[in-house]
Protein backbone atom coordinates (compact mmCIF):
# COMPACT_ATOMS: atom_id res chain seq x y z
CA UNK A 1 0.00 0.00 0.00
CA UNK A 2 1.16 3.40 -0.56
CA UNK A 3 1.88 5.29 2.91
CA UNK A 4 2.30 9.33 3.40
CA UNK A 5 4.01 10.28 6.73
CA UNK A 6 3.62 13.89 7.47
CA UNK A 7 6.57 15.32 8.75
CA UNK A 8 10.24 15.98 8.90
CA UNK A 9 12.53 14.95 11.94
CA UNK A 10 14.05 11.93 13.67
CA UNK A 11 10.46 10.23 14.83
CA UNK A 12 9.47 10.57 11.01
CA UNK A 13 12.41 8.70 10.40
CA UNK A 14 11.98 5.78 12.86
CA UNK A 15 8.68 6.21 11.78
CA UNK A 16 9.68 5.24 8.35
CA UNK A 17 11.74 3.01 9.14
CA UNK A 18 9.88 0.58 10.87
CA UNK A 19 6.86 1.27 8.47
CA UNK A 20 9.27 -0.05 5.72
CA UNK A 21 9.34 -3.69 7.63
CA UNK A 22 6.26 -4.44 7.38
CA UNK A 23 5.21 -6.70 4.58
CA UNK A 24 1.70 -4.12 3.45
CA UNK A 25 4.47 -1.23 2.91
CA UNK A 26 5.06 -0.18 -0.79
CA UNK A 27 5.96 3.70 -1.69
CA UNK A 28 6.58 5.98 1.00
CA UNK A 29 6.32 9.31 1.11
CA UNK A 30 7.87 12.06 3.64
CA UNK A 31 5.97 15.14 3.24
CA UNK A 32 8.39 17.37 3.70
CA UNK A 33 11.19 14.73 5.14
CA UNK A 34 14.99 15.46 5.00
CA UNK A 35 17.76 14.90 3.59
CA UNK A 36 18.41 11.73 5.40
CA UNK A 37 15.28 10.58 5.27
CA UNK A 38 15.71 10.56 1.31
CA UNK A 39 17.25 7.09 1.38
CA UNK A 40 14.31 5.71 3.09
CA UNK A 41 11.19 7.38 1.52
CA UNK A 42 10.56 9.53 -1.71
CA UNK A 43 10.70 13.31 0.37
CA UNK A 44 8.18 16.19 -0.99
CA UNK A 45 8.39 19.57 -0.21
CA UNK A 46 5.07 20.52 1.28
CA UNK A 47 4.59 21.95 5.09
CA UNK A 48 3.72 19.59 7.34
CA UNK A 49 0.96 22.60 8.18
CA UNK A 50 0.59 22.94 4.76
CA UNK A 51 -3.12 21.25 5.24
CA UNK A 52 -5.03 21.77 1.22
CA UNK A 53 -1.39 20.96 -0.17
CA UNK A 54 -0.94 17.73 1.81
CA UNK A 55 -4.73 16.59 1.52
CA UNK A 56 -4.26 17.30 -2.68
CA UNK A 57 -1.20 15.45 -2.97
CA UNK A 58 -2.28 12.53 -0.94
CA UNK A 59 -5.69 12.59 -3.53
CA UNK A 60 -3.41 12.67 -5.99
CA UNK A 61 -1.41 9.81 -5.16
CA UNK A 62 -3.80 7.66 -4.12
CA UNK A 63 -2.52 7.37 -0.67
CA UNK A 64 -3.55 4.41 1.46
CA UNK A 65 -2.32 5.38 4.78
CA UNK A 66 -1.79 8.75 5.81
CA UNK A 67 0.57 8.88 9.42
CA UNK A 68 0.24 12.53 10.10
CA UNK A 69 3.01 12.67 13.40
CA UNK A 70 3.85 16.40 14.46
CA UNK A 71 1.69 17.87 16.75
CA UNK A 72 0.96 21.03 14.81
CA UNK A 73 -0.89 19.70 11.87
CA UNK A 74 -2.75 17.67 14.36
CA UNK A 75 -4.09 20.25 16.06
CA UNK A 76 -5.04 22.24 13.28
CA UNK A 77 -6.82 18.95 12.06
CA UNK A 78 -5.21 17.43 9.62
CA UNK A 79 -6.63 14.10 10.24
CA UNK A 80 -9.85 15.75 9.50
CA UNK A 81 -9.34 17.08 5.74
CA UNK A 82 -8.05 13.68 4.90
CA UNK A 83 -10.58 11.58 6.06
CA UNK A 84 -12.69 14.03 4.72
CA UNK A 85 -11.17 13.53 1.40
CA UNK A 86 -11.36 9.74 1.79
CA UNK A 87 -7.49 9.13 3.30
CA UNK A 88 -7.44 6.77 6.22
CA UNK A 89 -5.15 7.99 8.61
CA UNK A 90 -3.32 7.24 12.04
CA UNK A 91 -3.53 10.52 14.40
CA UNK A 92 -6.37 12.05 16.41
CA UNK A 93 -8.96 14.26 15.09
CA UNK A 94 -8.85 17.90 15.82
CA UNK A 95 -11.31 17.23 18.41
CA UNK A 96 -9.29 14.83 20.51
CA UNK A 97 -5.81 16.46 19.66
CA UNK A 98 -6.78 19.73 21.82
CA UNK A 99 -5.38 17.35 25.18
CA UNK A 100 -1.62 18.56 23.46
CA UNK A 101 -3.50 21.68 21.98
CA UNK A 102 -4.63 23.30 25.27
CA UNK A 103 -3.14 22.84 28.45
CA UNK A 104 -5.71 24.35 30.16
CA UNK A 105 -8.00 21.69 28.41
CA UNK A 106 -6.02 18.89 29.60
CA UNK A 107 -5.64 20.27 33.29
CA UNK A 108 -9.45 20.50 33.67
CA UNK A 109 -10.08 17.60 32.14
CA UNK A 110 -7.67 15.82 34.38
CA UNK A 111 -9.21 17.70 37.47
CA UNK A 112 -13.17 17.04 36.21
CA UNK A 113 -12.53 12.94 35.83
CA UNK A 114 -10.21 12.57 38.71
CA UNK A 115 -6.74 11.70 36.94
CA UNK A 116 -3.75 12.53 39.17
CA UNK A 117 -1.76 15.59 38.40
CA UNK A 118 -0.57 18.24 39.70
CA UNK A 119 -2.09 20.91 41.55
CA UNK A 120 -2.99 24.42 39.54
CA UNK A 121 -4.71 27.80 38.25
CA UNK A 122 -5.61 29.22 35.30
CA UNK A 123 -5.15 32.64 33.99
CA UNK A 124 -6.06 34.78 31.77
CA UNK A 125 -5.23 38.02 33.32
CA UNK A 126 -1.62 38.68 34.39
CA UNK A 127 -2.08 41.16 36.67
CA UNK A 128 -4.43 37.90 38.74
CA UNK A 129 -1.40 35.76 37.66
CA UNK A 130 1.30 37.96 39.64
CA UNK A 131 -0.74 38.63 42.84
CA UNK A 132 -1.18 34.92 42.88
CA UNK A 133 2.81 34.03 42.51
CA UNK A 134 3.24 36.40 45.69
CA UNK A 135 2.12 33.64 48.05
CA UNK A 136 2.25 30.56 45.38
CA UNK A 137 4.49 27.57 46.83
CA UNK A 138 8.12 28.05 45.22
CA UNK A 139 9.20 26.44 43.07
CA UNK A 140 6.58 26.44 40.67
CA UNK A 141 5.85 25.39 36.53
CA UNK A 142 4.45 28.02 34.49
CA UNK A 143 3.01 26.91 31.24
CA UNK A 144 2.05 28.66 27.97
CA UNK A 145 -2.10 27.13 27.13
CA UNK A 146 -0.98 26.59 23.62
CA UNK A 147 1.79 24.85 21.57
CA UNK A 148 4.97 26.29 21.96
CA UNK A 149 7.59 24.01 20.12
CA UNK A 150 8.04 22.27 23.53
CA UNK A 151 9.51 25.44 24.93
CA UNK A 152 6.43 26.83 26.91
CA UNK A 153 7.26 25.18 30.38
CA UNK A 154 9.47 27.19 32.61
CA UNK A 155 10.48 26.04 36.01
CA UNK A 156 11.04 28.73 38.69
CA UNK A 157 13.33 28.79 41.43
CA UNK A 158 12.20 31.93 42.50
CA UNK A 159 8.85 34.34 42.58
CA UNK A 160 11.16 36.85 40.54
CA UNK A 161 11.52 34.18 37.63
CA UNK A 162 8.27 32.66 37.92
CA UNK A 163 6.86 36.94 37.26
CA UNK A 164 9.73 36.87 34.11
CA UNK A 165 7.87 33.78 32.99
CA UNK A 166 4.50 35.13 33.53
CA UNK A 167 5.40 38.57 31.84
CA UNK A 168 7.61 36.94 29.08
CA UNK A 169 3.94 34.79 27.88
CA UNK A 170 1.63 37.16 28.77
CA UNK A 171 2.65 40.51 28.26
CA UNK A 172 5.74 39.95 25.88
CA UNK A 173 4.06 37.53 23.88
CA UNK A 174 7.17 34.90 23.64
CA UNK A 175 5.10 32.10 22.53
CA UNK A 176 2.37 34.27 20.63
CA UNK A 177 -1.03 33.33 21.19
CA UNK A 178 -0.27 30.04 23.41
CA UNK A 179 0.55 32.55 25.86
CA UNK A 180 -2.88 34.59 26.06
CA UNK A 181 -3.21 32.08 28.40
CA UNK A 182 -1.42 30.08 31.27
CA UNK A 183 -1.37 27.72 33.91
CA UNK A 184 0.44 28.19 37.05
CA UNK A 185 0.83 24.77 38.85
CA UNK A 186 2.10 23.07 41.47
CA UNK A 187 6.27 21.62 41.57
CA UNK A 188 6.59 17.65 41.30
CA UNK A 189 9.25 15.61 41.95
CA UNK A 190 10.53 12.22 41.40
CA UNK A 191 11.59 10.17 38.45
CA UNK A 192 10.00 11.11 35.01
CA UNK A 193 8.86 8.60 32.57
CA UNK A 194 7.18 8.72 28.99
CA UNK A 195 5.21 6.03 28.32
CA UNK A 196 3.87 6.27 24.74
CA UNK A 197 0.77 4.28 23.90
CA UNK A 198 -1.76 3.06 20.71
CA UNK A 199 -5.23 3.47 21.17
CA UNK A 200 -8.22 3.05 19.28
CA UNK A 201 -10.53 5.39 21.65
CA UNK A 202 -12.03 2.04 23.70
CA UNK A 203 -8.50 -0.45 24.01
CA UNK A 204 -5.45 1.37 25.07
CA UNK A 205 -1.89 -0.43 24.74
CA UNK A 206 0.99 1.56 26.27
CA UNK A 207 4.67 0.60 24.12
CA UNK A 208 7.73 0.11 26.44
CA UNK A 209 8.50 2.99 28.56
CA UNK A 210 11.50 5.65 27.98
CA UNK A 211 13.13 8.37 29.60
CA UNK A 212 14.23 11.17 28.11
CA UNK A 213 17.28 13.61 28.90
CA UNK A 214 16.11 17.38 28.06
CA UNK A 215 19.08 19.07 29.36
CA UNK A 216 21.98 20.37 26.56
CA UNK A 217 24.77 19.35 28.92
CA UNK A 218 25.78 16.30 30.78
CA UNK A 219 24.71 15.89 34.27
CA UNK A 220 21.56 17.32 33.40
CA UNK A 221 22.87 20.65 33.10
CA UNK A 222 22.23 23.38 30.74
CA UNK A 223 19.24 24.73 28.64
CA UNK A 224 16.05 22.93 28.09
CA UNK A 225 16.39 20.59 24.67
CA UNK A 226 14.00 19.19 22.56
CA UNK A 227 16.04 16.28 24.33
CA UNK A 228 19.27 14.94 24.00
CA UNK A 229 19.03 11.26 23.98
CA UNK A 230 16.64 8.36 25.10
CA UNK A 231 16.54 4.97 26.89
CA UNK A 232 13.93 2.50 26.69
CA UNK A 233 12.83 0.59 28.92
CA UNK A 234 12.93 3.03 31.97
CA UNK A 235 14.28 1.44 34.96
CA UNK A 236 11.91 3.06 37.31
CA UNK A 237 8.59 2.54 35.56
CA UNK A 238 8.29 -1.28 37.00
CA UNK A 239 4.87 -3.58 36.83
CA UNK A 240 3.42 -2.63 39.87
CA UNK A 241 3.66 1.00 38.35
CA UNK A 242 2.18 0.06 34.88
CA UNK A 243 -0.61 -1.83 36.70
CA UNK A 244 -1.61 1.54 39.07
CA UNK A 245 -1.11 3.71 36.17
CA UNK A 246 -3.37 1.31 33.95
CA UNK A 247 -6.19 1.71 36.74
CA UNK A 248 -5.69 5.28 37.27
CA UNK A 249 -4.52 7.67 34.32
CA UNK A 250 -4.68 5.53 31.14
CA UNK A 251 -8.04 4.29 30.63
CA UNK A 252 -9.62 6.86 32.84
CA UNK A 253 -7.90 9.15 29.98
CA UNK A 254 -9.65 7.85 26.82
CA UNK A 255 -12.65 6.79 28.83
CA UNK A 256 -13.13 10.54 29.60
CA UNK A 257 -11.65 11.81 26.05
CA UNK A 258 -14.82 9.85 24.71
CA UNK A 259 -16.75 10.92 27.41
CA UNK A 260 -16.72 14.11 26.52
CA UNK A 261 -17.16 13.32 22.91
CA UNK A 262 -13.89 13.54 21.82
CA UNK A 263 -13.05 9.83 21.29
CA UNK A 264 -9.07 9.91 20.87
CA UNK A 265 -7.15 6.98 18.34
CA UNK A 266 -3.46 7.32 17.24
CA UNK A 267 -1.00 7.31 19.73
CA UNK A 268 -1.29 9.40 23.00
CA UNK A 269 1.44 9.75 24.92
CA UNK A 270 1.79 10.32 29.04
CA UNK A 271 4.57 12.33 30.76
CA UNK A 272 4.43 10.61 34.13
CA UNK A 273 6.39 12.17 37.51
CA UNK A 274 6.89 9.13 39.89
CA UNK A 275 6.23 11.29 43.08
CA UNK A 276 6.06 9.69 46.80
CA UNK A 277 2.29 9.91 46.17
CA UNK A 278 1.96 7.79 43.09
CA UNK A 279 2.30 8.41 39.44
CA UNK A 280 0.71 11.88 37.92
CA UNK A 281 0.44 13.63 34.95
CA UNK A 282 2.52 16.29 33.87
CA UNK A 283 1.58 16.30 30.43
CA UNK A 284 -0.31 14.84 27.36
CA UNK A 285 0.88 14.93 23.68
CA UNK A 286 -1.27 13.47 20.78
CA UNK A 287 1.11 12.23 18.96
CA UNK A 288 4.57 9.76 19.03
CA UNK A 289 7.49 11.92 21.33
CA UNK A 290 10.64 13.18 19.87
CA UNK A 291 13.39 10.93 20.80
CA UNK A 292 11.11 8.40 22.51
CA UNK A 293 9.61 6.96 19.33
CA UNK A 294 13.44 6.43 18.30
CA UNK A 295 13.85 4.16 21.18
CA UNK A 296 10.69 2.68 21.40
CA UNK A 297 9.74 1.95 17.69
CA UNK A 298 13.05 -0.13 16.96
CA UNK A 299 11.89 -2.60 20.01
CA UNK A 300 8.41 -3.13 18.63
CA UNK A 301 8.35 -6.79 16.64
CA UNK A 302 4.90 -6.28 15.30
CA UNK A 303 3.65 -4.57 12.27
CA UNK A 304 3.24 -1.33 12.68
CA UNK A 305 1.11 -0.85 9.69
CA UNK A 306 -1.47 -2.97 11.07
CA UNK A 307 -1.36 -1.39 14.33
CA UNK A 308 -1.70 2.06 13.10
CA UNK A 309 -5.29 0.64 10.64
CA UNK A 310 -6.30 -1.13 13.93
CA UNK A 311 -6.51 2.05 16.04
CA UNK A 312 -8.46 3.82 13.06
CA UNK A 313 -10.88 0.95 12.07
CA UNK A 314 -11.50 0.13 16.32
CA UNK A 315 -9.93 -3.54 16.10
CA UNK A 316 -6.94 -2.99 18.28
CA UNK A 317 -8.38 -5.48 20.92
CA UNK A 318 -7.67 -7.47 18.50
CA UNK A 319 -4.53 -6.82 17.05
CA UNK A 320 -0.94 -8.11 18.11
CA UNK A 321 1.10 -5.64 20.01
CA UNK A 322 4.50 -7.17 20.95
CA UNK A 323 7.46 -5.83 21.87
CA UNK A 324 11.09 -7.23 22.58
CA UNK A 325 12.43 -7.96 26.18
CA UNK A 326 15.75 -6.15 25.05
CA UNK A 327 16.81 -2.35 25.24
CA UNK A 328 17.40 0.41 23.09
CA UNK A 329 19.72 3.91 23.17
CA UNK A 330 19.63 7.15 21.17
CA UNK A 331 22.02 9.69 21.42
CA UNK A 332 21.36 13.01 20.01
CA UNK A 333 24.25 14.57 17.35
CA UNK A 334 23.94 17.94 17.66
CA UNK A 335 25.10 21.21 15.95
CA UNK A 336 27.42 22.80 18.57
CA UNK A 337 25.57 25.96 20.25
CA UNK A 338 22.33 24.04 20.23
CA UNK A 339 19.59 25.13 21.53
CA UNK A 340 20.71 28.65 21.21
CA UNK A 341 22.62 29.51 18.08
CA UNK A 342 24.67 27.44 15.87
CA UNK A 343 26.36 27.09 12.84
CA UNK A 344 24.70 24.65 9.71
CA UNK A 345 26.15 23.49 6.25
CA UNK A 346 28.82 20.91 7.71
CA UNK A 347 29.13 17.89 5.34
CA UNK A 348 27.49 14.44 7.05
CA UNK A 349 29.93 11.52 6.63
CA UNK A 350 29.38 8.15 7.63
CA UNK A 351 33.35 6.48 8.26
CA UNK A 352 32.68 3.19 9.55
CA UNK A 353 29.47 0.59 9.03
CA UNK A 354 27.42 1.08 11.26
CA UNK A 355 26.98 -2.20 14.66
CA UNK A 356 24.19 -4.79 13.87
CA UNK A 357 20.99 -3.32 15.23
CA UNK A 358 21.99 0.42 14.91
CA UNK A 359 20.36 2.79 13.11
CA UNK A 360 20.79 6.64 12.15
CA UNK A 361 17.35 8.57 12.36
CA UNK A 362 18.11 11.48 10.87
CA UNK A 363 16.57 15.15 11.91
CA UNK A 364 18.56 18.48 10.76
CA UNK A 365 19.66 17.16 7.20
CA UNK A 366 19.64 18.30 3.76
CA UNK A 367 20.76 17.10 0.54
CA UNK A 368 23.32 18.81 -1.41
CA UNK A 369 23.53 17.25 -4.70
CA UNK A 370 25.21 13.85 -3.56
CA UNK A 371 26.29 15.45 0.08
CA UNK A 372 24.11 15.67 3.11
CA UNK A 373 24.70 18.27 5.09
CA UNK A 374 24.03 19.45 8.62
CA UNK A 375 20.32 22.05 8.95
CA UNK A 376 19.27 22.10 12.37
CA UNK A 377 20.24 21.98 15.85
CA UNK A 378 19.76 18.26 16.37
CA UNK A 379 21.40 16.49 13.16
CA UNK A 380 20.55 12.80 14.18
CA UNK A 381 20.37 10.16 16.54
CA UNK A 382 22.59 7.30 17.19
CA UNK A 383 20.14 4.55 17.94
CA UNK A 384 21.40 0.94 19.36
CA UNK A 385 19.12 -2.12 20.41
CA UNK A 386 20.58 -4.70 22.33
CA UNK A 387 20.05 -7.29 24.67
CA UNK A 388 20.03 -5.14 27.85
CA UNK A 389 20.92 -1.25 28.73
CA UNK A 390 24.54 -1.49 29.05
CA UNK A 391 24.65 -3.36 25.17
CA UNK A 392 22.53 -0.60 23.94
CA UNK A 393 24.03 2.45 25.54
CA UNK A 394 27.84 0.98 24.46
CA UNK A 395 26.47 0.43 21.24
CA UNK A 396 25.00 3.72 20.75
CA UNK A 397 28.00 5.47 21.53
CA UNK A 398 30.14 3.41 18.97
CA UNK A 399 27.32 4.73 16.73
CA UNK A 400 28.52 7.88 17.20
CA UNK A 401 31.74 7.04 16.56
CA UNK A 402 30.74 5.64 13.03
CA UNK A 403 29.51 9.13 11.85
CA UNK A 404 31.43 12.53 11.24
CA UNK A 405 30.16 16.29 10.88
CA UNK A 406 32.70 19.43 11.82
CA UNK A 407 30.65 21.26 14.81
CA UNK A 408 29.07 18.07 16.26
CA UNK A 409 27.95 18.12 19.64
CA UNK A 410 26.48 15.10 21.86
CA UNK A 411 26.15 14.48 25.98
CA UNK A 412 28.49 11.66 27.03
CA UNK A 413 26.22 10.59 29.39
CA UNK A 414 23.01 9.36 27.97
CA UNK A 415 21.40 6.49 29.83
CA UNK A 416 23.67 6.93 33.23
CA UNK A 417 21.03 7.29 35.77
CA UNK A 418 19.19 4.67 34.07
CA UNK A 419 22.05 2.51 34.69
CA UNK A 420 22.92 3.57 38.23
CA UNK A 421 18.85 2.87 38.69
CA UNK A 422 19.15 -0.90 37.89
CA UNK A 423 22.41 -1.19 39.41
CA UNK A 424 20.42 -0.09 42.56
CA UNK A 425 18.35 -2.46 42.28
Do not use: W
Not at 51 to 69: C, H, T, W
Not at 156 to 171: G, I, L, N
Amino acid sequence: MKILVIGGGGREHAIIKKLKESPKCGEIFALPGNGGIASDAVCVDIGAKEIDRIVDFAVKNGIELAVVAPDDPLVLGCVDELEKAGIPCFGPNKAAAVIEGSKVFSKNLMKKYGIPTAQYEVFSDMDAALSYLDTAPIPTVVKADGLALGKGVIIAETREQAKDAVRSMMQEKIFGESGSQIVIEEFLEGPEVSVLSFTDGRFICPMVSSMDHKRAHDGDTGLNTGGMGTIAPNPYYTDAIAKECMKTIFLPTINAMRDEGREFRGCLYFGLMLTKNGPKVIEYNCRFGDPETQVVLPLLKSDLVDIMLATRNGTLADTEVQFSDGAACCVIMASNGYPQSYEKGFEITQTAPLPEGAQLFYAGAKKDGEHLLTSGGRVLGATAAAKDLHSAVLMAYNTIGCVHFDNAYYRKDIGKRALDAIIKE
